[in-house]
């Protein structure tokens, strides 16, 4: 049995407790324990006191795995109100024990809740629940009128077999069921002290418009029933955009292409109608009609209204088609509110067709190639009514049919408010075809970070912080670095550090107050301390804030500011319901700033909303303006990243996923995931590909990436980041130098090695702190935030355009060439089949390998990693300092001649030392 709970009681803030409770287990009366398959022991119990006063404790003895425990009070439980919601303060167990609740409607008829609803135990979802004190919010398929009665109260332990605990206990606190019209007729919850809200974007009113990249001449005329929209330019490309008003879809226009055969970019493309409970999509063999009721041509832009009938309602929608570039802009508007998602389709018609994955464009469209041209199908997210977005696009070819848009299986949807009313349909698309890759490229309108400075100087460390003794390993490795000039970089502290407990089930940070693992070294002013130390080290100390992941029974917790979906129910974020955007720059404002004050961090890390797709947690609350968009939920996320930086007076990072485009400038930088993140392969199976247009030239000179794949062992072997014992062996970075130039190509934050764990010998993978560190350093602080100049690919002889490059099927080749404006040229070989690549920098000629690359800048910085004499060789030579690693070999570059790591200072307190690793 076990002696202890894994959690310390908890304090749960008053105004988080139920005032009108139907059931308060502080006062259980006599009420009857059924048991089957157990013995059972309840009792009023102080081990885990909620609200400082004893509640229910049901000690479960398991004899089998289908273990049950039903509670009846003395006599069935008036209901006086209708309801659609139970709300129940409930603890589990280790074993993750599970809840239901009978209920007797007013017509006699049974309801057992739990995560769905049935008329009988049997055929009812048990609501799980975890070893914590869980707030759980059931929303009933329809609503109950007043005179239910609540019959039981089910419990299963979800003992597993072979009973690891004998005995599984579960607290229940308070019950109370919650009519949602009547809670949302109840004013908003007031956020007053977000401050100035952030929102001059998009900084262009061309939004998310792809840019045409050459000078074009463009016209627009109807031939026939057809219009036509075209574009040439001085080179003889000439494209035309037909669109012939037949279906009242995409599907009506088509792409042509001088010397080419049409083909259809969007074909069964259009709006999904939702008319009573039903959907009605249009196409041919729909149950929507679809009349055009008006046309008209004027000043070149067209504007068509069509009519979509069916026989439970009907709804027009009026589209603007007109060009910008070479982009074929399309404008849909509708005044009405049944249109519950737009269709994407594909294209039909292609030849020799494949589609792009552009990376840092993860969860989104993609690119078709077909018949040398270059094809994309956007949404401007800067000015869409929608709700939802898909999680990424689809990359198929089937003959002469292409899935590059939208994934078909999910939905580009416009979700009801909790008022039961969608936002009407507002949609800026643009279908680009073009000879050039960039041409179809979506814009990222948003203002550049204003941390340019630090972003470029400093790297990027963040390590777990749920053991005892962190503060001390910390200053060792913290000395150490010390010693070699290193001090450019970001440490900061993951969740733990605010945890209640050590444990990988605990409460996510929401307090002022260091986790009491910690207080053997000082706690509070230990990490206070700590910090100050590291700040006259010159090291930007942070921690990770997450405000999304706040546990219910924090002091800090506002049961009223959590996030609503359209039906009532909560987003959970991990243990807690998911709060409202908004809640974000509010609590950066109040407790966040409160904490920053007592600890002076310099850095911040915020995660939650942008770990998943970014609308995935919108809330519906439709007291709240733009409340169920993706622009609403943008506004407070840029409101609460510009809060933190203010209190920090440093940058804020958060998760993109992938989808970082959204956020790029408003925050400073997002751990980036490109493809193979968490999908159980080795970097050499999912073969990272360096296409680095889309990253370096629409979102690097906004800001700066943290890494790739949230550091080595995310890039390396996906899902060993949190495995301190990965990280110690040596055997663990055979793919080290790939992981290095994979950061320098997509022209990242480097991240100091090893990312996660701390030891207490800071020697421990020491040498790859100094590669990690040394080999980025310089070079980072030389492409962040720089506009890109040039970018070609190496095809084995010559070094082609990115679009030929494209065309001829070698960016996966893995060998780019990058030159910056400002003069920085970087070669980089990634790859993935062991070829070299033979490079030639003035009279010298370098051998790069896979993992290798070459940078240069004037005639003071010269950096690379290449293979000399038959072994690997890292050399960087700045004006502050030279670095040569031979990998145990003895070399000699320029002045310097080693078999060791070894630093020689040019600038600062070190200059003119040669210092070496190991010492």
């Known amino acids: 049995m076990r002696s202890a709970y894994h959690l310390p009681p908890v304090a749960l803030n008053p105004r988080n407790s139920f005032t009108e409770a139907l059931v308060d287990f502080s006062r259980t009366g006599d009420w009857v324990v059924r048991v089957a398959d157990a013995t059972v022991q309840a009792s009023l119990s102080m081990d885990q006191p909620l609200r400082g006063v004893p509640n229910l404790k049901v000690d479960i003895s398991p004899t089998s795995e289908t273990a049950r425990v039903s509670l009846f009070p003395p006599e069935a439980i008036r209901i006086e109100k209708a309801f659609d919601i139970i709300e129940c303060w409930a603890y589990g167990n280790a074993a993750g024990a599970r809840i239901a609740f009978h209920i007797r409607r007013p017509d006699g008829g049974l309801l057992v809740v739990g995560s769905n609803c049935a008329e009988s135990l049997s055929g009812v979802t048990w609501h799980s629940m975890s070893e914590y004190w869980n707030l759980i919010r059931i929303v009933l398929p329809g609503r109950v009128q007043a005179g239910a009665q609540l019959l039981a109260i089910h419990l299963d332990p979800n003992a597993p077999k072979g009973y690891e605990a004998p005995t599984y206990p579960i607290h229940l606190d308070q019950l109370r069921v919650v009519d949602f019209a009547e809670q949302m007729s109840r004013p908003a919850p007031r956020f007053e002290h977000v401050g100035p809200v952030v929102d001059g974007f998009p900084t262009s009113p061309d939004g998310a418009c792809p840019k045409t990249t050459e000078p074009v001449e463009t016209s627009v005329r109807k031939v026939g029933d057809s219009y036509r929209f075209t574009y040439s330019t001085a080179s003889g490309a000439e494209v035309t955009y037909a669109y012939t008003p037949e279906t009242g879809t995409l599907s009506d226009l088509r792409v042509r292409s001088r010397g080419k055969d049409a083909f259809q970019p969007a074909a069964g493309s259009g709006p999904v109608f939702e008319f009573g409970d039903r959907e009605y999509t249009v196409g041919a063999e729909s149950a929507v009609g679809a009349r055009l009721v008006s046309e008209r041509l004027e000043n070149g832009v067209l504007e068509v209204t069509w009519r979509y009938a069916t026989d439970a309602g009907q709804q027009d929608v009026t589209y603007q088609f007109s060009m910008k570039g070479k982009t074929l802009r399309i404008e849909a508007t509708s005044t009405e509110r049944s249109v519950r ?15 792009v994955e552009v990376p840092y464009m993860l969860y989104s469209p993609n690119v078709l190639l077909t018949d040398g041209l270059f094809c994309s199908y956007y949404a401007d997210f800067y000015f869409s009514n929608a709700s939802m977005l898909p999680y990424g696009g689809e990359n198929s070819v089937t003959g002469d049919v292409a899935k590059y848009n939208w994934r078909q299986d999910q939905h580009y949807s416009y979700y009801k408010r909790t008022d039961g009313l969608r936002y009407p349909l507002h949609e800026v698309f643009y279908i680009t075809a073009s000879e050039d890759f960039d041409d179809c490229l979506l814009t990222v309108s948003n203002p550049p970070s204003p941390m340019r400075s630090t972003l470029k100087r ?4 963040m390590v777990l912080a749920s053991v005892p003794g962190i503060f001390k390993r910390t200053r060792d490795f913290v000395d150490l670095a010390d010693g070699y000039g290193m001090n450019d970089y970001y440490f900061l502290f993951h969740a733990p550090l605010f945890f209640k407990r050590h444990g990988a089930d605990e409460a996510f940070p929401g307090d002022l107050h260091v986790s009491r693992v910690h207080e053997a070294e000082g706690g509070d002013r230990g990490l206070a301390e700590l910090f100050a130390y590291m700040r006259e080290k010159g090291i930007a100390p942070g921690y990770y804030d997450g405000y999304p992941g706040r546990d219910a029974t924090s002091a800090n917790f506002h049961r009223d500011w959590t996030s609503y979906r359209p039906d009532g129910s909560w987003e959970r974020m991990w243990r807690a319901p998911a709060l409202k955007p908004w809640a974000f720059p509010e609590l950066a404002n109040t407790l966040y700033r409160q904490r920053a004050e007592m600890y002076g961090p310099r850095v ?10 970014i609308t995935h947690m919108n809330d519906y609350d439709h007291r709240f303006e733009d409340s169920g968009t993706l622009r609403g939920t943008m506004r407070a996320l840029a409101t609460g990243w510009q809060r933190v930086r203010e209190y920090v007076d440093g940058p804020v990072f958060s998760e993109g996923r992938g989808s970082e485009f959204y956020t790029t400038g408003l925050n400073d930088g997002d751990y980036t995931k490109i493809k193979g993140y968490w999908d159980d392969k080795p970097c050499d199976e ?29 890039f390396a ?16 970075y055979g793919f080290f130098h790939h992981f290095l130039a994979t950061q320098i190509a997509f022209a990242t934050i480097g991240m100091l090695e090893p990312y996660w764990p701390i030891w207490d010998d800071p020697a421990t993978q020491f040498d790859k702190t100094m590669t990690s560190y040394f080999m980025i350093r310089q070079l980072q602080e030389r492409y962040i935030m720089e506009p890109v100049a040039e970018v070609r690919y190496f095809d084995g002889q010559q070094l082609l355009e990115t679009s030929d490059a494209l065309r001829a099927d070698v960016v996966s080749d893995n060998m780019v060439f990058i030159r910056y404006a400002n003069g920085l040229e970087v070669f980089v070989n990634l790859n993935w089949a062991g070829r070299h690549w033979s490079v030639t920098h003035g009279e010298t000629t370098y051998d790069l390998p896979p993992g290798g690359w070459l940078a240069s800048q004037g005639a003071d910085f010269l950096e690379f990693s290449a293979i000399t004499n038959g072994h690997r060789v890292d050399y960087v030579n700045s004006p502050d300092y030279v670095y040569l690693d031979g990998h145990g070999v003895a070399s000699h570059v320029g002045d310097v001649e080693t078999v060791d790591q070894t630093i020689v200072w040019k600038t600062g307190r070190h200059a003119a030392k040669v210092l070496k690793w190991p010492k």
């Open 341 to 355: 998602e737009w269709r994407f389709g594909e294209a039909h018609g292609v030849k020799d067709a494949r589609v």
């Open 686 to 714: 999912d073969g990272i590909e360096l296409l680095v247009d889309f990253r370096l030239k629409k979102l690097g000179p906004l800001a700066s990436p943290v890494s790739v794949n949230i550091g080595y062992a995310g």
């Open 458 to 461: 400093r790297l990027y460390r």
């Open 717 to 732: 072997a996906t899902n060993k980041i949190g495995y301190e014992s990965y990280y110690a062996h040596e055997e663990s």
């Open 604 to 613: 911040s890390y915020q995660d939650g909303i942008t770990a998943w797709i």
